[in-house]
Nanobody, 119 residues
Framework: QVRLAESGGGLVQPGGSLRLSCTASGSILRNNIMGWYRQAPGKERELVATITNGGSTNYAESVKGRFTMSRDNAKNTVILQMDSLKPEDTAVYYC?????????????WGQGTQVTVSS
C-alpha cells in the first residue's frame, strides 16, 4: 500500500508564489515517477509536472519557466515550487506516484490540495 501526503496549498495574489510538498510512504519501488496534476472546476485533470527518480523533469507548456519540481529520494518527497502564479493556475493540485510492477503500471494519488490565485 502506498500513501501520498500533500501540503502547501492556499490563497495567493497573482504574481505570488506557493510551494507544494508531497511525501510518499509504504511499499515504494526505487524506480518510479512522481508528478503533480491539477483539476480546475468544470475541467479535466491535467498534467502539471513529473520527475523521475533520476531527476529528469517534464512540465506542461503552461507552467514552463514558472514552476520547478524537485525531489528528495531519501525522503520520498517531491516539491513543486510555483512562482509568478496566475489566476488560471487556480485548481486542486494532486500528487501522483507511478510505478511498474511485473509489467503492470500502478498509479497512486494524494487527496489534493487547493491552490487559489486571486486578488
Amino acid at each position: 500500500q502506498v500513501r501520498l501526503a500533500e501540503s502547501g496549498g492556499g490563497l495567493v495574489q497573482p504574481g505570488g508564489s506557493l510551494r507544494l510538498s508531497c511525501t510518499a510512504s509504504g511499499s515504494i519501488l526505487r524506480n518510479n515517477i512522481m508528478g503533480w496534476y491539477r483539476q480546475a472546476p468544470g475541467k479535466e485533470r491535467e498534467l502539471v509536472a513529473t520527475i523521475t527518480n533520476g531527476g529528469s523533469t517534464n512540465y506542461a507548456e503552461s507552467v514552463k519557466g514558472r514552476f520547478t519540481m524537485s525531489r528528495d529520494n531519501a525522503k520520498n518527497t517531491v516539491i513543486l515550487q510555483m512562482d509568478s502564479l496566475k489566476p488560471e493556475d487556480t485548481a486542486v493540485y494532486y500528487c501522483n506516484l507511478a510505478m511498474v510492477i511485473l509489467g503492470q503500471e500502478y498509479n497512486y494519488w494524494g487527496q489534493g490540495t487547493q491552490v487559489t490565485v486571486s486578488s
